[in-house]
């Protein structure tokens, strides 16, 4: 057995696309899990620039299976657009295989997505509006449509019409929206079921019998740890599993099929959307963060805000993942600072506290209590190996390790593949 989860150790965008790309190299199989296209996956291969949203990040090794699990809610426009694209740049898309337990996302979706959101006026979310959450809100009611009906022509009209009828009516009646026709959204449906048939199987068997017979098998978690539904910053949260847990359910496997637990963190933190953030730094510091990092939504092109490490934070990510091991990120974004902090602990109504409270309230009068330690100038971005590294950002990384109490097993300095640092296997 041979298989690595992959999850997101803060509120998503940490990095996860270009280590599983990395990583995909000597893999035989990449799983989606849980979300939809409200994820963007950045992979940087030499100049070119991939965006991947619906499909895993292995899809440019034409030899690995690259398969979008049960738990993912499928956006069949928006998974043939990014077909299409990654065609157009001659990518071999062959071995892609779409779970037919998957549920599907329908305009209506998206519509109600948007006209939630406005309708909760300040109280936003900040949702990516791909209608992830009404989607998963049907499956969960049980009126949900599957790959598995899109594929049986006469079930699936008789359940889209159904659905249709009712969304119509919350859409007007609810949000004073405009009606949805139902001929339009019938034909389209049809259209796109004939397109991506060749992929649909039953990917529990495949993801169970890759295992068994010992090949490579990575979990790519969309989002983060802390967009998690459960364990989240809820209600500010996506309304899936990003967690390690979560692909026991999205993929079909026992949890004794797991075997390492890869958290991927950015050596600071970011969030887009609402929510708190205890180390948010709403200042020059965190501008300066964001122009070094570049950080703007793969997905939305939304600035991200960024702020300070946050350890708490992280340390309860490691705890709620079982994580073994960390990629630590970005680090090439701290060059240029004098001093980095760590948050190693907050203060809430004069008490120190080490946990991440589950009350927004109390979240967010929490104040972070950092640790200091000095920055350094040099370009890390061409180091071959750890030791190359600066003294003070090596000293970083070693501090992080300590807190933690987890091995930094890569630490990334750039975007493109070679900017990594392996400092242990990954596969047992
Ligand atoms: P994901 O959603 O977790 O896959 O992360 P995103 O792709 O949304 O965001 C991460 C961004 O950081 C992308 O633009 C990556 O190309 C970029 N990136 C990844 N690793 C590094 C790194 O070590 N240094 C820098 N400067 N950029 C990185
Ligand atoms: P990747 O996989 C960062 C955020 C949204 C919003 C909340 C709910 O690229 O890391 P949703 O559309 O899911 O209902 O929005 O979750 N969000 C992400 N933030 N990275 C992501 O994915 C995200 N996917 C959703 O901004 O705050
Ligand atoms: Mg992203």
Redesign the pocket.
């Known amino acids: 057995m041979s298989t690595v989860v992959i999850v997101?150790a803060q509120?998503?965008?940490?990095g996860?696309?270009k280590i599983i790309d990395y990583l995909a190299a000597e893999a035989d199989v990449v799983v989606r899990g849980q979300?939809g296209n409200?994820?963007?996956?950045t992979v940087v291969v030499g100049d070119k620039k991939y965006a991947l949203h619906l499909i895993p990040s292995g899809i440019l090794y034409p030899e690995t299976i690259n398969i979008i699990g049960n738990g993912v809610v499928f956006d069949p426009e928006g998974f043939l657009n990014e077909l299409e694209k990654l065609e157009a740049e001659g990518v071999i898309t062959e071995n892609i295989k779409i779970s037919d337990r998957a549920h599907v996302i329908f305009p209506y979706h998206k519509v109600i997505?948007t006209l939630a959101e406005k309708a909760r006026g300040d109280k936003m979310?900040?949702?990516?509006?791909?209608g992830?959450?009404p989607c998963y809100m049907d499956k969960v009611e049980r009126s949900g449509i599957r790959i598995c009906d899109l594929m049986e022509k006469e079930v699936f009209i008789e359940k889209v019409t159904a659905q249709i009828e009712r969304k119509n009516k919350i859409i007007e009646k609810l949000y004073d929206g405009e009606r949805l026709n139902k001929d339009e959204i019938v034909k389209k449906y049809l259209e796109y079921a004939e397109k991506i048939r060749p992929y649909v199987d039953d990917t529990t068997v495949i993801v169970y019998d890759e295992i068994k017979n010992n090949k490579k098998v990575l979990f790519e978690?969309?989002?983060?740890t802390l967009?998690d539904i459960d364990l989240g910053t809820y209600p500010?949260?996506?309304?899936?599993h990003?967690i390690s847990g979560g692909f026991t359910i999205g993929s079909g496997i026992g949890p004794n099929m797991i075997e390492e637990v890869l958290g991927i963190a950015k050596a600071y933190t970011t969030?887009?959307?609402?929510?708190p953030f205890v180390t948010e730094l709403d200042d020059e510091m965190g501008d300066k963060i964001r122009t070094a990092g570049n950080e703007f939504?793969?997905?939305?092109g939304?600035p991200r805000r960024c702020g300070w490490f946050d350890l708490v934070m992280v340390k309860y990510a490691a705890r709620i993942n079982g994580m073994t091991c960390i990629a630590l990120m970005l680090l090439d974004v701290l060059t240029g600072f004098d001093k980095i902090k760590i948050c190693t602990g907050y203060k809430l109504d004069d008490k120190i506290i080490d946990y991440f409270h589950a009350s927004l309230n109390q979240l967010s009068n929490c104040e972070p209590i950092y640790e200091e330690l000095d920055g350094w100038n040099e370009d890390i971005t061409e180091a071959k190996s750890f030791e190359e590294l600066p003294e003070n950002a090596k000293r970083y990384i070693c501090r992080i390790e300590e807190l933690l109490e987890l091995p930094v097993k890569i630490v990334s300095i750039g975007p493109k593949r070679s900017q990594t640092i392996v400092r242990d296997n990954i596969f047992r």
């Open positions: 997101g509120w998503g965008d940490e996860k696309g979300g409200n994820a963007g996956h997505d979310i900040g949702t990516t509006k791909k992830i959450g978690g969309a989002q983060g967009l500010y949260v996506t309304s899936s990003p969030r887009v959307g609402k929510g939504g793969t997905t939305t939304r």
